[in-house]
């Protein structure tokens, strides 16, 4: 006869970190890059690109850092977002290095006071943002703390999101501020600053906007002083249209109050109001706004504007673009969508995918982004705090958002925007911002995926012991 001395049938529940599983996935989006950028040397000169060692071993070293950050201070989180985002990164390296290559682009900026490669350029950049990523993870232990500061919270972001106007227009638009000679997008990190404040407010308000409601044609109406917020986020986005005249910011903005709405209460009222909003608005603010006209316009109709219009032009070069590389693409190095010119390795980049990877590619691409995004939300569904689930889910709307806005821009769904692609496009501020986003969220999904505590002993032990035969 044997007694079994455990008193209780409920354990911890364990989970494996999944870090290996991490590292391996790394390699990968490691490896790839790297043939790809060997595969753009053989397109263009048909040799091994000279930088291809310093290129493979400096990616691989920031994998290595961000992986071993991950694995010492959030070792349950999930361990596909950080493959993802340095695949992303690493093959946005090889395509602005891609289009450094381009004799168009060099002439045309050796023609405006000297060309300057900006690859390099992106890789400082990369660095800084894992640098970004590894502070987020150390400083930030537990992500409830930020509901802490959800009025500051707010005030920041509106700070952020107001600075551009005082700055002089950069073609066309007031999305930029220049601080010693180097030029910032405030509006990617108030993304993350607003959805922070978002979180802490619908939390407390998320009971009175879903109940205190009338039904009309099937839609639940909201209270006139439940109205507020959602009337003053649309009023707000449309001075940022007016003032700034952001037509991604704005949407950006706007989307991720709506998306954490509906999510918040689940009334599907919000995402009625909010599409009518913004569309009224946007329409309205395209009947006097010149810049924003332009783009309506080239998005109307590219080739009827062609030669007179820069938005018509690049437009119509994107769509050519598209169309040329076909299901399979061209091949990397082996396309022209450096015609567009200026902007062709940040806000179009997306056209250097459609024509050199094609079809295929383009979707392969949108299918990472969209994985990221899943994973954001598989996040917020594990979070067991309401906090974290709406601070999960409004960054991965922002993040979903921004890339529906680019590349239904880009493809001629929408009009254009001045926002760039996540992880992809040149720019120092995107990349930053966006590495700064997935360290928050794997600092969720750690929380999230983080083993139960095991139960407190039981007093009543001696009472439920087991005795087998």
Avoid at 436 to 463: F, K, Q, V, Y
Wanted: proline share 5%; with cysteine.
């Amino acid at each position: 006869m044997s007694v079994v001395t455990n008193t209780t049938t409920i354990g911890a529940i364990e989970a494996p970190s999944r870090r290996n599983t991490e590292l391996a996935l790394l390699a990968f989006a490691v490896i790839i890059p790297v043939f790809a950028y060997l595969n753009v040397g053989l397109a263009l000169d048909g040799k091994v690109p000279a930088g291809m060692a310093g290129y493979g071993l400096g990616l691989a070293l920031l994998a290595g850092v961000a992986h071993l950050v991950v694995r010492k201070f959030a070792p349950y989180s999930d361990p596909l977002l950080l493959p993802l985002a340095t695949l992303l990164n690493g093959l946005g390296l090889v395509l602005i290095w891609r289009l450094d290559q381009s004799p168009r682009l060099i002439e045309r900026g050796k023609a405006f006071g000297g060309f300057q490669p900006d690859a390099p350029k992106q890789l400082m950049y990369s660095a800084l943002g894992i640098a970004l990523f590894a502070a987020v993870l150390v400083l930030l232990k537990d992500h409830r703390i930020l509901q802490r500061y959800t009025y500051i919270s707010m005030a920041v972001g509106l700070v952020l999101l107001i600075l551009p106007m005082f700055f002089s227009p950069v073609n066309g638009a007031r999305i930029w501020i220049n601080i010693a000679g180097f030029t910032i997008q405030p509006g990617e990190f108030a993304k993350i600053v607003i959805a922070v404040f978002f979180s802490g407010y619908l939390m407390v308000k998320r009971d009175a906007l879903a109940l205190a409601s009338r039904r009309f044609m099937g839609l639940y109406l909201p209270r006139g002083r439940d109205l507020g917020p959602i009337l003053a986020i649309w009023g707000l986005s449309i001075l940022i249209l007016v003032f700034e005249t952001d037509l991604g910011t704005s949407l950006l903005f706007f989307g991720l109050f709506v998306v954490m709405l509906y999510v918040a209460t689940e009334r599907t009222s919000w995402i009625v109001f909010g599409l009518l909003m913004s569309v009224g608005g946007a329409v309205g603010v395209a009947t006097f706004e010149p810049h924003v006209q332009a783009r309506v316009t080239a998005w109307l109709d590219p080739f009827s504007c062609y030669e007179t219009s820069d938005a018509c032009n690049q437009i119509g070069q994107a769509l050519m673009s598209f169309g040329s590389g076909g299901t399979l693409g061209t091949g990397l190095g082996q396309g022209n969508s450096d015609l567009i010119t200026y902007a062709a390795n940040a806000d179009f980049i997306l056209t250097t995918v459609g024509e050199e990877f094609g079809l295929a590619g383009t979707m392969a691409f949108l299918m990472l982004y969209a994985l990221i995004v899943e994973r954001g939300v598989r996040t917020a569904l594990a979070a067991r705090d309401p906090f974290g689930k709406l601070l999960a889910i409004g960054l991965s709307g922002a993040f979903a958002i921004q890339v529906f806005v680019v590349a239904g821009g880009v493809m001629g769904l929408i009009p254009l925007t001045g926002m760039t692609m996540p992880f992809v496009a040149y720019g120092g501020s995107s990349v930053l911002a966006n590495w700064a986003l997935i360290g928050i969220l794997i600092r969720i999904s750690d929380t999230a995926r983080r083993p139960a505590p095991a139960p407190a002993p039981s007093p009543d032990a001696e009472m439920t012991q087991v005795v087998r035969p």
